[in-house]
Every structure is written in C-alpha cells, then in structure tokens.
C-alpha cells in the first residue's frame, strides 16, 4: 500500500467520506427484505424489480 498525503488537508490527511458510503446500501437492502420478504440480490435496487419480485413471489406462492 502507498501513501500520498493530501497537500489541501492538515498534516496531510485524508477524508474518510467515500468509505462510509458503501454501508447503508446492504442495511437497505435487508430492510426491504424484512418489509416484504423477497430478496433483492442486484444493484441499483428500483421500484420495477421490487415489484417484479413481488410477482414472483405471488405465482410462487399461488402455484404450490
């Protein structure tokens, strides 16, 4: 791993912004999940696929 300092930041340190970033996006994930019990597996989640798996999960349901 290399370290280059930032020239703007004091001492040369960098934010940590875009790290924190990626960590609502599986709480959100899970919290669709626990609302309506269908997983969705692929980003960016939409209202068509939430409601595509809604479907599926209908004539899964009716057909067994």
Known sequence: MLE???????????????MTANSPIPAIANAIYNA???RITELPITPEKIL?????????TSAG
């Open 4 to 18: 280059y300092p930032s020239v703007n930041g004091p001492y040369g340190v960098k934010g940590l912004g875009e």
């Open 36 to 38: 309506i019990g269908v």
């Open 52 to 60: 595509r798996a809604l479907e599926e999960k209908d004539n899964v």
